[in-house]
């Protein structure tokens, strides 16, 4: 299969998990962590001219950026129309499948930001200008701290998307592969490793753990409804989400959110 069928054949597979509300809650949680900023990338104090998001989903991180840079122009991208909502003035958005090519190859953008999104696109390596944000997680991190139930879930959606040609491991690659690429210079990565069960010292950690823990929750439960005959049973699904109430649930989720700057040469 080659990258086009395959990010398509993904999407469809996911799109009934692709609902506002979950996505506006995890972008809330992610964005309360990061003290209610965008993200941990320094952002305070730029006055970017153009703002792209790849992958908008409800557009929650589009808006709050349009709002903090109200002079810029934000072009939000997604496959999926955005919800019907109130957007500021300065949001375009854009119907697009990031798996072509996009319109924007005479034009630089100050900022890029993709979140969740870079894993589900097969072997796509954009090169966009100015500041970069991919902000990922790394579902294989999930079934190696969890119990088996966790495990036999994750374990079957992983081997439906290597399947597709997604590598369910891209978190903790992303800054080795911005390297490799030679295009971008300094160059920074934060791992964060947010438990389901909340029972760390850090209370900002553990609320952001647990609003990742309900968004992957409501994410498989509704994708079994369409999945289950790839594997993702009801049985499968129970399992999984007696083991994500457990008081003394192991599970973390790393989140890897990397920022660079594409070099001038």
């Known amino acids: ?21 979950r996505l506006d809650e995890m972008h809330n949680a992610v964005t309360r962590y990061f003290g209610n900023k965008l993200g941990p990338a320094p952002l305070d104090g730029l006055h970017p001219s153009k703002t792209m998001e790849l992958g908008c989903g409800s557009g929650a991180w589009a808006i709050q950026a349009a709002k903090q840079f109200p002079d810029a122009e934000v072009v ?12 500021p003035p300065n ?5 697009a499948d990031l798996a072509q090519k996009l319109d924007f190859e005479d034009q630089m953008f100050d900022i890029v930001h993709a979140r969740w999104v870079m894993v589900h696109v097969t072997r796509g390596r954009g090169k966009p200008g100015g500041l970069l944000l991919i902000e990922d997680g790394d579902f294989v991190s999930i079934a190696e701290s969890g119990g088996p139930a966790t495990r036999g879930i994750l374990h079957k959606f992983n081997e439906i998307q290597k399947g597709l040609g997604v590598d369910v491991e891209l978190g903790r690659k992303i800054e080795s592969i911005l390297m490799s690429l030679g295009d971008f210079s300094d160059i920074h990565m934060r791992k964060v490793s947010a ?7 850090d209370e900002a950690l553990n609320q952001l753990g647990l609003g990742i823990k309900k968004s992957i929750r409501e994410f498989y ?45």
């Open 195 to 201: 438990p389901f069960g909340a029972n760390g010292p």
């Open 221 to 265: 439960k509704t994708l079994s409804q369409r999945m289950h005959d790839q594997g993702l049973t009801p049985e499968l699904l129970r399992g999984f989400e007696e083991e994500l109430e457990l008081d003394d649930n192991p599970c973390v989720v790393d989140l890897y959110f990397c920022w660079a700057r594409r070099s001038m040469a």
């Open 1 to 21: 299969m080659d990258g086009e069928v395959n990010i398509t054949q993904l999407a469809r597979l996911l799109q009934p998990a692709f609902d506002s509300e």
């Open 76 to 87: 939000a991208i997604d496959r999926h129309p955005l919800p019907d909502r109130s957007l």
């Open 91 to 95: 949001i375009t958005f854009q119907l």
